[in-house]
Every structure is written in structure tokens, then in C-alpha cells.
């Protein structure tokens, strides 16, 4: 093999590496931020699959108590995988199990 072209694969190597290392401190800086905002009344998913309300943070602790119907559970804040969007202040499942679309005339009441 010719000693140029190892030394085209071996930058190529270490071009990839350096990209993929700098993409995945950047993701998971993104995640400690969204975890460090969280307040009571965020809707969150734990990465067991567990939609639950914050009724509690304690950032000295790492710790997270999420209200589940009225069953109060104690998780890491790591164990949060995803911290649901705000509807106009007030923590919703957009689109997710148990949520139903209903159109506007149904949703009126009749007199």
C-alpha cells in the first residue's frame, strides 16, 4: 500500500472521529439543559416508557418525583428520556397514547 494513501485514511479517521465525538457532546449538552429547566408540571417519558407529570425536582440529589395518576415515583433525573412540549403554558401529550383529536363541532355542546 502506498504510504501517501494511509496517510489520506488515517486524516479521514481522525476528521470522522473528531465530528462524531463533537456531534455527541453537543446532543448530550442539549439534554442536560432540557433536564436542568425542568419544573413542576412538566409532562415527561422515562426511558422505561413512563408518561408521567413533575411534581418535584431535587437538583442537589439528581432525583425527580413524577405524579402518575396519583402514584408518586421517585427517578434520576437520567432516567427522563423526553420532556414533552408546553401548550400554551400547560404541559400536554401532543399526539400521544390517550390523546384524541376531536373536531370543533363535535366538541360543542347541544342545547
Given at each position: 500500500m502506498?504510504?501517501?494513501?494511509?496517510?489520506?485514511?488515517?486524516?479521514?479517521?481522525?476528521?470522522?472521529?473528531?465530528?462524531?465525538?463533537?456531534?455527541?457532546?453537543?446532543?448530550?449538552?442539549?439534554r442536560?439543559e432540557?433536564?436542568?429547566k425542568?419544573?413542576?408540571?412538566?409532562?415527561?417519558?422515562?426511558?422505561?416508557?413512563?408518561?408521567?407529570?413533575?411534581?418535584e425536582?431535587?437538583?442537589?440529589?439528581?432525583t425527580?418525583?413524577?405524579?402518575v395518576?396519583?402514584?408518586?415515583?421517585?427517578?434520576?433525573?437520567?432516567?427522563?428520556?423526553t420532556?414533552?412540549p408546553l401548550?400554551?403554558?400547560?404541559?400536554?401529550?401532543?399526539?400521544?397514547?390517550?390523546?384524541?383529536?376531536?373536531?370543533?363541532?363535535?366538541?360543542?355542546?347541544?342545547?
Amino acid at each position: 500500500m502506498n504510504p501517501i494513501m494511509l496517510i489520506v485514511f488515517a486524516v479521514v479517521l481522525v476528521g470522522m472521529t473528531y465530528f462524531q465525538m463533537r456531534a455527541q457532546k453537543k446532543q448530550a449538552q442539549q439534554r442536560m439543559e432540557s433536564l436542568n429547566k425542568l419544573q413542576k408540571g412538566y409532562e415527561v417519558i422515562t426511558i422505561g416508557g413512563l408518561y408521567g407529570t413533575v411534581d418535584e425536582v431535587d437538583t442537589d440529589k439528581k432525583t425527580v418525583v413524577l405524579d402518575v395518576d396519583g402514584v408518586y415515583l421517585t427517578f434520576e433525573l437520567t432516567a427522563i428520556k423526553t420532556v414533552l412540549p408546553l401548550t400554551e403554558g400547560i404541559p400536554a401529550v401532543a399526539g400521544g397514547e390517550g390523546s384524541v383529536d376531536v373536531p370543533e363541532e363535535e366538541s360543542a355542546i347541544e342545547e
